[in-house]
């Protein structure tokens, strides 16, 4: 039993690694007024885009890859929502759409009809010492690649700097009310610009663990709704850093107990537990609404002002 819940506990933190980059990077964005369901390209696009330059250079050359192509996606989502004011949502699922049939293509162009078997270096797990021998916890939390380190810092970094510094303020004060922030001489519009920006870094990381840190290779549509789920994750977090990070570990858990039923011998089919992440994810829409408090001006279009 203790070898099960261990096993449940290190696949719940792998697998919200990636959920809680691409979630976390979501808040930013959603903070600002702007819901990016263009998400899901970025995470795709970083995936892809951390193979490709880990094979130049190496797994941390591959993460940089992963950033700079999740941040393309997101500056073609930025110039038609933000620059052009173009609907949100249908922008979103266009670029979605384009990153998922641009990877595939990409993928095919660059390494063949063989490329399903193409491999790259991945992080090895580097345990901590003594914190790793904490029974059961330990190595789940503790005996993780570096890269689910750097999301344990990024969590209260993003806490502090959202609550107490001039530039999360003036996110907050633009997802609230775009135009007052105008008359304090603050440009909503750019500030919505930077925060997709680096929605699509975080995004573009998430994808890049995915093929970095975890499966060591890519495949079309690995991504796997990962984008929609993180957003999501955001409005179960209530748009607040610490609430996103348990909503990932939520969503891992769920995603993780197939692990834990395979360690119990359990014979249930493996196709029950794969949906169940989905399912939760339309669970949580759905009783979420009306007793959340999302950014006021979430969603609508502000003025063009820069």
Request: charged share 5%; glycine share 14%; aromatic share 10%.
């Amino acid at each position: 039993m203790t070898d099960a819940m261990t096993a449940f506990l290190e696949g719940t933190i792998r697998t919200a690694t990636p959920l809680a980059f691409a979630a976390l990077g979501e808040t930013v964005v959603e903070r600002s007024g702007i819901i990016n369901i263009g998400l899901e390209g970025s995470v795709i696009a970083g995936a892809l885009a951390g193979l490709i330059a880990a094979g130049h250079g190496g797994v941390w050359n591959g993460f940089a890859g992963a950033a700079l192509g999740g941040m393309l996606v997101s500056a073609i989502f930025a110039l038609f929502a933000v620059g052009f004011r173009s609907d949100q949502i249908i922008t979103g699922t266009a670029v979605s759409m384009l990153a998922l049939g641009g990877t595939g293509t990409f993928y095919r162009l660059l390494y063949g009809a063989s490329g399903a078997a193409l491999t790259t270096p991945t992080l090895s797990p580097t345990a901590i010492p003594f914190l790793s021998t904490i029974p059961v916890v330990g190595t789940a939390l503790f005996a993780q690649p570096s890269v689910t380190y750097a999301v344990y810092v990024l969590i209260p970094v993003l806490w502090w700097w959202m609550y107490h510094t001039h530039a999360g303020l003036a996110l907050r004060a633009v997802g609230e009310n775009p135009n007052a922030t105008i008359v304090a001489g603050i440009s909503p519009r750019r500030v919505q610009l930077i925060a997709v920006l680096i929605g699509g870094l975080l995004g573009g990381i998430s994808g890049g663990t995915l093929v970095l840190a975890q499966a060591g290779t890519f495949a079309e549509g690995m991504s796997a709704g990962r984008g929609f789920i993180a957003i999501a994750i955001v409005v179960l977090g209530r748009w607040r850093p610490w609430g996103v990070a348990g909503a990932a570990l939520i969503f891992g858990a769920a995603s993780a107990l197939q692990y834990f039923f395979q360690a119990l011998g359990s014979h249930l089919p493996y196709q029950l537990f794969l949906a169940f992440p989905y399912v939760l994810t339309l669970v949580a829409l759905a009783t979420a609404r009306g007793r959340t408090n999302a950014p006021a001006a979430l969603g609508q279009r502000t003025l063009q002002t820069f």
